[in-house]
């Protein structure tokens, strides 16, 4: 099978960093590749960032579903464009915040999430609630560290997560701590280690329910409201080719 | 005052009448601007198409930053890109669903919506859940009737706006009615008395909001989520210019 | 335009306060008269003042409808007798709670209300609940000062307001601070500007709100909740105008 | 142990209907009387209703408090002014429509409600929601018969009330039927028998947990939300006494 | 009326504190006997103890219907097999949390909850929300002790108790507070006492709550969720009737 | 990787029907092994079976956990036991419902459930609710065929489950449907040709959860809410031993 993992930034080290986090935990017989679009910002660091980024990650799954693509992962915890994606999919898209939560609610009673800047607190607050988490959310952090700070500085990022960790656990009685930032999937063990409570990375949660959905033969459903997008006039069908290629 | 009214699709006819609209219900010293990006798809429906909608969108809202714009409409009922907007906005952004469910919200104990496609009903379900009016409104219709299928053929669309309106009177027991498409927006005096229920268009309450905000002092609060869009390294600002001015 | 602004209490220095805020937003073309009932509490603090003080705002209002008002502001942040205010009138009724919340949802993600005394804190939460802002509500906070003390000491009260709206900041990550009680109105700006956070005054609000609404067009529905009270037997009807112009 | 059952509107019929349904199931040794005020509406259908009808019921509380009642009933199941009327009262007060639905919340899964007016239906549903049985209630009905028309008409009353609540168990598998009006108390067992399902009386029902929360010896706190209404100036209090016993 | 107590674990001395406390507040005319299986968990913590400890409890019930049981009262406070209960029996059987709780709701307007151990607050979390209390419950508070803890040192339990009511009170701005264990039964006058607010036993509530719905002639409903359950074929009566009276 | 599959009632033949479903679908170097425990109701139909059936399902885990199983799957579509299996293993527990439901709130918007006996239909409800889909599920229906229905007439069971999709989506809007019952697992691919639309069947769906869990690395958090059953007095042990390995 083939999983298409999209990294909705243009920062290559964070898409290869989130390709490994894959790599490491799929079946010998999946193939997992990993794209990011060329114009999207940097990072994404609250709604505007994640408006500018969907489009060139639409263009993706137009790619991926060009090249048979079975199923594809969102690579960024504020799920941007999930809905879209999955109108333009035929396979499963899996947002990495929906597969964090969604583990994390199978095997613990309350957890909380710690993010990077507090900016996306209200954001991923709204995810909780559209996935159905907010009796078991107790609470969502952040560590006030811009996203590419995480590559910048690992040992301070580290530290700075330990230590919000260690107050979900105490403040919040969290069960378990959901990583609020794709950038954090590599520190993922370490953390559980040096906290001593289960830490959950969205990026391999995706990955394995994608595989999960994909080995079920569960795709994605094109009766209501993820039916492919209207086909209307040739015109607007042509923009929408020239921007999904762009 | 300036207000800038942008409908993300870029069917110029669809903004006239939203203009118009908004032009019938303003203050004398009150300018109301309408615009359409170029780029965007023909009309707006499913997730897929507000996504492709939104950079265009917002790169008017950067145009009307530099315009001096003092308060911004989105002409489109799925209220597309409305917190990038409010980021990159220093005075109020209103969207026309919003707007219209508060209005809802205050003038009548139970309202419906009347939509256009199916497909739509489960997004603005999401609004209804996130605007806080879960217990307020009975029912999201549709007519099923394409979007520019409003303009094709007028006579068929109130026929079955009104149908709509009707059973949402007597099965939903609603008390008022929020016209799910900025495209109805110039039948809804018609349909209040074709229909004898209150019939809110959500171009109008959103303009007439503006105002309000405008005129009470309010503008969108800078601390916290809507705080402007972080500025990244040259090159991701350069990619960000280029894109708002696309 | 004519906006008839009661405050529900009896203490007319309240009344002649709220009535300033709401002549420094007002249209030109908008008459404002502000009026309080004789016989209610000096204050409304809890759940008994406010039953005391409805029937007496009903008989404002339903002189208004005599004198051909358009809308009413019921200038107390209970918003006491709303629904039954919406029964009486034509036109559009607006509570400052209700108000101050659509404001704060429309310009901020998260805020925090600050009321006088503690004791209203469960009554603001569920009117919060009533109107669908339990998600963007972080927390409702009182300086536990009584509502006449905001008057007798003015200084004082300012610097406790001061205090807790820091602490909102801070501890609840607000983003914006609705005021919980008519007489902080003239504060807002100067709290504004103390805080450095967007303060929302719910005269200031509703005063706006009653405008757009009228120049909307949009009047309370008679279909359903909001219709006028039933006439029964002329015995009840008597009666009912007795207490009415009491 | 004395329980003072209030109706709060001004037809003694009703009172002493609903003063029947209380001594057929208060205990030997229970003393139950049964009041209506004077000057307040002679049916309450709607908030308007409610709310010229609460001062006169509080004034009740405040004899009763000064007779020593140990409870107090309000007997309409709009439940109004309770909070109001648990301020004044140091003993238990019971709302007819909270007790109907916590005994419809004990002894069956899902219920529903029949009341007279559709008008009255929002109304139900914001206390169905108060009192936390959004999931448990099915669905809120009307028999669209004036209250009044109950004692007028009981034939018909009955007729009505049995074809819905048939439909009531066929079309929202209702388990059991809580009634929604104090005049439909002594139809309660007529009803289960023709309808083959539990139908609950909330008047029984709030005696029977008043008698209940005395025996347990709890009281209203007076800690927080439900204390004595605040003392104010000597005028203010005045003022209130009069009220109070007018 | 004959009200059967049961108390789910194996601790006879826990069992026989919930009797004495039952005794206190019946009616001369009620009988409450007590009991407790043998073979369950010596106390309840947690779902796993709660699972072993219901085969028990429900083959008393169905003792109880052999000999004319009026109404059975669960003695624990995770309210265990609850709805499996009422199922099997003919009268309404009550759980000490909801009992608990909705004596909180009517006496107070915001509760919290203090139970042994850290464990049961989700357990007791989502009963608060199954039982509505959502809004109502600020928070469920444990003082970290094992149920049987209790017992052994009575003294310290009463101190830790003391200390976490009183937190309860100051940073929850609880108005009551349930007690979450049926063996903190004996001291809740004490509490009240040395805590200056409402402390409410659900072991107390539970039992008065059973005597009023029997004495309103409310059984619980067979018609739907709580239907007796279904007979199969023989071997599965038998295999039935064997553990029910194992 | 190991994954038992426990089918909580003694019909062994559903045992099996479950077993063949999880083959389907697994990884061949997955093992899986299908159990029930002996003592069991022939079928489960309401909270009394239920709670019949857990203690032999949880000890089938304590065996499981001294074989080395990985993860476990609960294989009836009510999760008897889920919280308390989940305190008692090492590794993930997953519940059929619950992966039912996580994947159909991946694949669909809006989604209806189709079980057997409508005296499931609220405690599905209330699954539906504890698992966050309230929004997304749009019904619960019935087709009023017990359980053991499924196995003695597939011919009708199938006419009846095609007939009952087809109206969940004519009449729900769903988008895909979870099926109610683990007997009806065999079925699924069948009714999603004969409706044409997604059918979900929670065994497949729990299994593919499982093997996804273990292969991510994540087991059940021993932090708070599913830490081990507290070992009590050796008798309580002892006990416990005896009914575990009963």
Redesign the interface.
Known sequence: MHILLINPN?TASMTSLAHESALR?V?PTTRVSAVNPQ?????I????????S??GM?AEIRKGERDGVDAYVIACFDDP?L??A???ARG?V?GIC?AGI??A??????FSVVTT???S???I??LV????????CRNVRAIDL?V?GLEEDPERSERLLVAEIAKA?KED????IVLGCAGMSALC?RLTLAT???V?DGV??AV??A???V???????K?????F??V??P??IH??M??GSA
Chains 1, 2, 3, 4, 5, 6 share one sequence.
């Not at 609610?105 to 309350?110: D, L, N, Q």
């Not at 609630?129 to 078991?136: D, I, K, T, V, W």
């Not at 009685?173 to 378990?176: K, L, N, S, Y």
């Open positions: 243009s935990v079946q114009e999207t910002p940097v990072s660091e609250g709604a505007a960032d994640e408006a500018l969907v489009p639409l464009g809905h879209a999955r109108e333009i499963p899996i929906q969604q583990v609610m199978t095997v613990s009673r309350r800047l507090p900016r607190i209200p954001i607050e709204e609630s559209a996935y159905g988490a907010e009796r078991h811009p590419l656990k009685r969290a069960e378990a063990e001593g409570i289960l959950i391999t949660a394995k329910f595989e999960a959905l080995g079920a033969g569960y795709a994605t459903s009766v209501g409201g993820y039916d997008p209207t209307k006039s015109v607007a923009k929408d020239v921007r």
